[in-house]
């Protein structure tokens, strides 16, 4: 009903890549980390890493459900780092360049990262500075035909292998949102260093970084757009980042479900199998009602954003559901496999431990309460 | 609130061992998980101490101290930052020796009881299987009797303290005919070492200083003296002794949610978000309000299962509906108090995180929430 049979043909090639190329590899990429450039050097290959980017720069050039069908295949990869690198790539830390660069900016880090040549991170978020973005400290002070920056940023994904960072950093101490810029920042440049490699929770098979920038001097050829619209152009890109979770938590969380019922239709408890559990059998069916809502307030999202119309409000709600209905199914699931689910042998306790972020990555459910309420007038 | 309690015997005990615990263990405890491992002379230095079996009887190594004692040490345990330690003393401590004390002769205890009580032994308690987690009568393992032996063939899994440990208590099905089916279980000391015994050590979510095993017997031979009791008898042990593990735990998650808030109070005092410190926001306050609400009527009825329990009581419908809610409690302390640590509450390095993490087993472990409904629906007769 929403997918024609381009899209069909454009999943299967996905399907294929994850089946073949990623599922495969994702044990061995959580105990040592995903090799990123080798990966996304095939993904740019197969036209997957720009879908919606304009072909002048390598992109296929095509319309939001090619890039839904896209994030909804990565919900079949049997865990969540690597999807999440993948979608720093398309949706985090390039969609700024692409609205907002100049010719130069996509020349020389929009078609890399399409092609799948260089890996991008996007540097927002900082020790003191989380969902409270302007709350940043990270400066940028304009020096010649320089800016040279100083601060740091932290739980950046891809941040041990990125070869350019979408950086946020404040250009003036004046009150307000439009006291920031937004950088293309290439991690050669002197003064730029990995300070940590964070250990996590879970999302092993990705990298999450502190970074340090010790008057890190950037072309002042890189700045995005106007040195002080930055923040603005940062909540735009955010609507790109958050809207991912939806198509994928759908999709993910239905793959858990399913891969639960195959569970518990062989496990004999008391002589029968725990699908019979009648509290077991309605709890999947409360989980099932939620997904297929989501499914439709995605599609919404698309077909509003087809149209051209701000889907803010709809994507905030839509992340905040899915962040939580992902930990509820996630949870939940590993409740049904018993002790097997405690144990890192199972697929569904790297579930367990993926998801607990995404109710506090790219937004906290918090903040995307209270970008509703704000919406809504109160 | 303060609860009339614990007298000051139980409070001397509290003090001696807070400071034991913040001395020789939570320094220690990041390497612990490293190390997935725990110290042979920690358990040495706590049997020396006292800390371990002093519910039994003096003649082996204990002081005959109340149950109430046990809740001092799951409490003090639970707040001392060393998650997988704090379970696999209890294991030991609450939740297999306990079979041998109450099940064993005299030179049965000499042998292993006291030992353990010393901490020259580290005990685990062998239920679980593969096919057969909370359906306890649904065990596979045989154990056959030939002579002055049995011969023991089978399979256990999930089992804490099972892969360092020496002493297993192991639940066999010693006539596979009885009907029913749970009339036919009973416990057998199987030591480490024994010809036929390997263990495989599993990695978890969390807990991971304490070592969790999945233990194969293959045609084991035990002398007919490892039988703990009469065979078949094992059945009503577990179920009584059921009712400890499950006040413990539910102790040890009350206390880890208290510890839980205490340190996530702490940050949202100290973290400031758009301009302020987040404790200043109302639905923080709320959340915060919310966890202490959950953990102290929690606590207020665990203590009066305590009390009760310690004199002898039966209160298993309480105890079940106290496992749960406890259990339930704590996993959404620990998720609530990750989402108001932000980014942090998901690095490792972070308490909470780890706690998180170390947490999800509660609802399964010892009984899992829906097991816990099975027996308080049962228990309402229905």
């Given at each position: 009903m929403y997918f024609n049979e381009t899209h069909e043909a454009f999943r299967a090639s996905v399907k294929r890549f994850v089946d073949r190329e990623i599922n495969p590899n994702m044990e061995a990429w959580e105990a040592e980390g995903v090799p990123l450039h080798e990966l996304f050097r095939k993904m740019g290959d197969l036209g997957f890493l720009g879908i919606r980017y304009d072909p002048r720069w390598g992109g296929q050039g095509l319309d939001y459900w090619f890039e839904?069908?896209?994030?909804?295949?990565?919900?079949?990869?049997?865990?969540?780092?690597?999807?999440?690198?993948?979608?720093?790539?398309?949706?985090?830390?390039?969609?700024?360049?692409?609205?907002?660069?100049?010719?130069?900016?996509?020349?020389?880090?929009?078609?890399?990262?399409?092609?799948?040549?260089k890996v991008a991170a996007i540097a927002v978020t900082e020790p003191g500075a989380g969902s409270d973005v302007a709350a940043l400290s990270t400066r940028a002070v304009r020096d010649g035909d320089a800016y040279v920056i100083n601060g740091s940023k932290t739980f950046i994904t891809n941040g041990c292998q990125a070869d350019f960072l979408t950086l946020l950093a404040r250009t003036s101490n004046d009150p307000g949102h439009h006291s920031y810029g937004l950088f293309v920042v290439p991690t050669d440049l002197h003064g730029f260093s990995v300070s940590k490699k964070l250990d996590k929770v879970g999302l092993r098979s990705s990298d999450t970084a502190e970074l340090f920038f010790d008057n890190v001097r950037v072309p002042a050829v890189n700045l995005i757009g106007n040195e002080r619209e930055g923040f603005i152009y940062q909540m735009q890109q955010f609507q790109h980042e958050r809207f991912t979770i939806l198509p994928i938590t759908y999709i993910a969380c239905r793959d858990i479900i399913d891969m639960t019922v195959t569970y518990i239709k062989q496990r004999i408890v008391f002589g029968k199998p725990l699908s019979t559990k009648q509290v077991l059998r309605h709890r999947l069916v409360e989980w099932l009602a939620e997904i297929e809502s989501l499914r439709h307030l995605t599609y919404h999202v698309v077909r509003m954003k087809t149209a051209g119309l701000d889907a803010t409000r709809e994507i905030s709600m839509g992340k905040l559901l899915a962040a939580q209905l992902l930990n509820k199914v996630a949870s939940g699931c590993l409740q049904m496999f018993g002790g097997m689910g405690f144990m890192n042998e199972t697929l569904i306790s790297r579930h367990f431990r993926d998801t607990r972020v995404m109710s506090i990555a790219g937004g906290a459910d918090e903040v995307m309460k209270d970008i509703v309420a704000r919406m809504e007038g109160f | 609130?303060?609860?009339?309690?614990?007298?000051?015997?139980?409070?001397?005990?509290?003090?001696?061992?807070?400071?034991?615990?913040?001395?020789?263990?939570?320094?220690?405890?990041?390497?612990?998980?490293?190390?997935?491992?725990?110290?042979?002379?920690?358990?040495?230095?706590?049997?020396?101490?006292?800390?371990?079996?002093?519910?039994?009887?003096?003649?082996?190594?204990?002081?005959?101290?109340?149950?109430?004692?046990?809740?001092?040490?799951?409490?003090?345990?639970?707040?001392?930052?060393?998650?997988?330690?704090?379970?696999?003393?209890?294991?030991?401590?609450?939740?297999?020796?306990?079979?041998?004390?109450?099940l064993g002769t005299h030179e049965q205890k000499l042998r292993w009881l006291k030992p353990c009580t010393a901490g020259e032994k580290v005990c685990a308690i062998a239920v679980s299987e593969p096919g057969a987690g909370s359906d306890v009568a649904g065990i596979a393992t045989r154990a056959e009797r030939k002579g002055d032996h049995y011969v023991i063939e089978g399979q256990k899994t999930f089992i804490t303290n099972g892969y360092y440990g020496d002493i297993l208590v192991t639940a066999v099905k010693t006539d596979t005919k009885a009907v029913p089916p749970h009339k036919g279980i009973s416990l057998i000391v199987v030591e480490k070492g024994m010809k036929g015994v390997t263990a495989r050590?599993?990695?978890?979510?969390?807990?991971?200083?304490?070592?969790?095993?999945?233990?194969?017997?293959?045609?084991?031979?035990?002398?007919?003296?490892?039988?703990?009791?009469?065979?078949?008898?094992?059945?009503?042990?577990?179920?009584?002794?059921?009712?400890?593990?499950?006040?413990?735990?539910?102790?040890?998650?009350?206390?880890?949610?208290?510890?839980?808030?205490?340190?996530?109070?702490?940050?949202?005092?100290?973290?400031?978000?758009?301009?302020?410190?987040?404790?200043?926001?109302?639905?923080?306050?709320?959340?915060?309000a919310e966890m202490a609400t959950a953990i102290e009527l929690n606590r207020a009825l665990s203590y009066q299962c305590a009390v009760q329990y310690a004199k002898g009581e039966d209160v298993t419908k309480e105890i079940s509906m106290l496992k749960y809610a406890s259990a339930e409690m704590v996993n959404r302390v620990a998720y609530d108090a990750t989402q108001l640590f932000g980014g942090y509450g998901y690095m490792a390095e972070y308490e909470v995180a780890r706690l998180y993490a170390d947490l999800r087993a509660v609802t399964i472990a010892g009984g899992t929430t829906e097991i816990m409904k099975d027996i308080v629906g049962r228990l309402m007769g229905l």
């Open positions: 839904t069908v896209f994030i909804e295949e990565l919900g079949h990869v049997w865990g969540w780092g690597l999807p999440v690198a993948i979608m720093v790539q398309t949706n985090m830390a390039t969609p700024a360049i692409d609205m907002f660069g100049s010719d130069f900016l996509k020349e020389r880090y929009l078609k890399p990262a399409i092609a799948g040549e | 609130m303060k609860y009339d309690v614990f007298n000051e015997e139980h409070e001397q005990f509290r003090v001696q061992l807070r400071r034991f615990l913040a001395d020789r263990v939570t320094p220690h405890a990041a390497e612990w998980e490293r190390n997935r491992q725990i110290p042979r002379q920690i358990w040495q230095e706590m049997g020396q101490l006292g800390f371990l079996g002093f519910c039994y009887d003096p003649a082996y190594g204990g002081v005959g101290a109340d149950d109430l004692f046990r809740v001092v040490m799951s409490e003090e345990m639970a707040r001392c930052s060393a998650g997988g330690f704090g379970v696999a003393v209890c294991a030991h401590n609450d939740m297999s020796t306990t079979y041998i004390d109450l050590k599993l990695e978890k979510i969390g807990g991971h200083a304490s070592d969790t095993a999945e233990i194969f017997f293959d045609q084991v031979e035990v002398p007919v003296e490892h039988l703990l009791g009469a065979e078949g008898q094992a059945f009503y042990a577990i179920m009584k002794n059921f009712q400890l593990e499950r006040l413990v735990a539910t102790i040890l998650a009350v206390s880890f949610a208290q510890h839980i808030l205490e340190l996530t109070m702490d940050h949202a005092k100290q973290r400031v978000a758009f301009g302020k410190p987040i404790a200043k926001f109302q639905a923080v306050r709320h959340k915060l």
